[in-house]
């Protein structure tokens, strides 16, 4: 490609890439932004290049951290891609490298390091020749090559343009940009995830379909745990014993409650090329994918608020408040002579002020009393209210057992007549028994006596509710007797196994009911 005019004593990587781009007609800082993020990347690859890093940074952080700040860079793909650890050290880097841009004294330490850390690199720059490196790249696996060499460029370059940009390898800076709009145009990773999906939507939802046809809904950890299917519950288990043997509670650690975008997930599976749709693969696949979501979530969260809260922005913070302070300061020596004036009215306000407070510091005593008092009569009536609650659970049962001795009078209105235009519902009952009740009456609705999950929303809709007595707990039947209590919902017992003694029992309680 051509590279003319780039030779210049303002020549740097910021220019450089403003020429470049201006030619392609893209975005100027899409290669700057690029080749630092790969620089940066390729400085922080051992322990001796971080503590070299960590020397020059803490010269002068508070201009780094101001320079990543306003840098379209910090959040570059590359940067972000891999560990908290590697973008904490990467945005170090980041900063001194946008600072280098001007400052030559920096710029040649930055070039130190890079020579030091990289000296096969510098030699081939000095003696234009790629032999060495292309023969570094050899033994190394696919993979490994691939990232390699985007580094090792990117550190080539940067040597060049510094050492003599008039003689700039053309083949190195070709390869760079090509290397560059693979990367930003074409690879997955920066590919708009929900165009994708969009893309893929009748794939995704049919296999959705599949899945849930066969296994039943899966779109968060508690769906798995809650699955009916053995084999999903299976997989959960184990999922969340990986976690466990690592010390880390599921529970603890995400929403349990959290749905997961299970599109995504889907995606990443169709994106795998496979013809045939293995739903139990999928299923599985699906699981792992909902954990491991959970898990990025659960980074990204950690990621953000550690760079909204880290000693470093906190620092730069207090840097800003510092050179605010001085200002003030410098005012404050201005209020002097004013203060000096009111000197003497502050003292008799000091004592006024001693005197109310000794006035509120009685009457603060006087409250302290009051309350701790208050708590002990509420303490009081909460014991009461135990008791209270002792006595009603003693009644309860009592008026189940009764209930379930009680034969009705003989009823003279029928049954049809009793329930018509009513909403009625019958919580508890055995399963035969609802069902064998629901088929004759139908328009009575019953609820499982052992279901205190349900809805509360679904009590709305009637205006008498009886409890079922042989076959209810007490979880469910609180929690029908709260909303009961609120809303003034007529209610009543029942308590027969034989369908014509219930129809009189309900006869029976709604004319006891209407009489109230």
């Not at 030091?116 to 993979?143: A, G, R």
Request: overall charge neutral; charged content about 25%; aromatic content about 10%.
């Amino acid at each position: 490609m051509e590279c003319s005019n780039v030779s210049s004593p303002m020549m740097n990587i910021s220019n450089f890439s403003k020429i470049i781009c201006k030619n392609m007609n893209i975005t100027e800082d899409t290669l700057r932004d690029y080749l630092f993020a790969n620089i940066s990347i390729s400085l922080i690859k051992t322990t001796d290049m971080k503590n070299d890093i960590n020397k020059l940074y803490h010269l002068d952080k508070l201009k780094y951290i101001d320079a990543v700040n306003n840098s379209t860079c910090k959040n570059h793909t590359i940067i972000i891609q891999g560990t908290l650890s590697q973008e904490i050290y990467a945005r170090k880097v980041l900063g001194i490298l946008l600072i280098a841009e001007d400052d030559f004294n920096l710029r040649s330490k930055v070039i130190k390091l890079l020579r030091k850390h990289y000296p096969m690199v510098f030699n081939s720059v000095k003696q234009h020749n790629l032999k060495s490196l292309k023969t570094n790249y050899s033994p190394m696996n696919e993979f490994n090559r691939e990232i390699e060499s985007h580094l090792l460029a990117s550190v080539y370059f940067y040597f060049s343009i510094y050492r003599s940009p008039d003689l700039v390898d053309q083949g190195c800076i070709s390869s760079i940009i090509t290397d560059m709009q693979n990367f930003e145009f074409c690879n997955a990773i920066n590919a708009d995830m929900e165009i994708e999906v969009s893309k893929c939507k009748p794939k995704i939802d049919k296999i959705k379909a599949l899945i849930k046809e066969k296994y039943g809904k899966i779109n968060s950890i508690t769906d798995i745990f809650t699955n009916k299917n053995t084999l999903i519950q299976d997989f959960g288990f184990f999922a969340q014993n990986i976690f466990i043997t690592n010390k880390i509670d599921i529970n603890y650690i995400f929403n349990t409650s959290e749905y997961i975008n299970t599109d995504k997930i889907i995606l990443a599976y169709i994106q795998m090329g496979q013809e045939n749709l293995n739903t139990e693969f999928i299923a599985l696949s699906i699981i792992s994918g909902i954990f491991i979501q959970a898990l990025i979530n659960e980074y990204k969260n950690t990621r953000n608020l550690y760079f909204m809260n880290n000693q470093e922005k906190l620092l730069f913070e207090a840097a800003e408040l510092k050179e605010s302070l001085q200002k003030s300061e410098q005012d404050n020596i201005e209020l002097k002579n004013i203060q000096a004036s009111l000197k003497i009215e502050k003292i008799n306000f000091d004592k006024t002020l001693n005197d109310k407070i000794l006035t509120i510091n009685k009457n603060h005593s006087s409250e302290i009393n009051g309350l701790q008092n208050k708590i002990k009569e509420l303490e009081n009536q909460l014991s009461e209210e135990k008791k209270y609650r002792n006595e009603l659970n003693a009644l309860r049962e009592y008026v189940f057992e009764v209930n379930n001795e009680y034969i009705p009078d003989n009823i003279d209105i029928s049954f049809e007549s009793c329930i018509k235009e009513k909403k009625i519902l019958i919580i508890g009952g055995s399963k035969d028994w609802r069902r064998k009740f629901r088929d004759t009456y139908p328009e009575i609705r019953t609820l499982h006596g052992f279901n205190e999950n349900f809805e509360l929303t679904i009590l709305n809709s009637y205006n008498y509710i009886f409890f079922y007595t042989g076959y209810i707990n007490h979880a469910t039947y609180y929690k029908a007797m709260n909303f009961i209590r609120t809303h003034q919902v007529k209610f009543g017992y029942i308590g027969k196994t034989n369908v014509e003694l219930v129809k009189e029992e309900i006869i029976e309680e709604i004319q006891r009911l209407n009489k109230l």
